[in-house]
């Protein structure tokens, strides 16, 4: 009986279901303080990395810039709407886009037979596993309370999340190279 379904296209639906949990943490399984709180009326102990809080406005030469039209105040409100939320709101959205980096990747890797080819794309796939981490720990970052869902759940899940898909794709890539060249 003929092997289906190789390894490396197990593999390769293995790494599209990280990417769709890199959607799934912050959004809903380990959800950030906005999506863990229906109301979406949290408050944070200060803003971190660039955090507005609720109620902040943006400046007025944003708010006020050339181009002005008379649907201004239609704008502003739109502006307004987007500086109310907290910085994690942001980390989830970011992680959301790497999620969907991942599934696209995979389906390269899925659809790839070259060793090389699926060794680089395994490359990139690590690359974006450091990036996952970078994102809530450094880039974008999480609220300031430890007590806060994003804090408390999500920021180690993705931590966790990142390290294991890092070093998945990069031991993959070294088996790759290593092992598959001929």
Known sequence: MPNIVSKGKILALLYALIGLLYIAVPHGL???????????AHHHAAPVHGELTHGAHTPPTEQHGVG???SGHQEDAARHAEADH????????????????IVFASLLL????SPERR???????????ALGALIPFELIGVCLQESMPCRAGTLPALLLLSGFFF????LHSFYLIRYRKG
């Open 30 to 40: 380990l959800p950030v303080c906005e999506y863990a709180d229906a109301s979406a």
């Open 68 to 70: 002005t039209s008379t």
């Open 86 to 101: 907290a910085v994690c709101f942001w980390t989830a959205k970011a992680e959301a886009g790497l999620g969907g980096l």
């Open 110 to 113: 899925f659809f790839s037979a």
């Open 119 to 129: 060794s680089g794309i395994t490359l990139v796939l690590a690359g974006i596993a």
């Open 167 to 170: 070093l998945f794709a990069l």
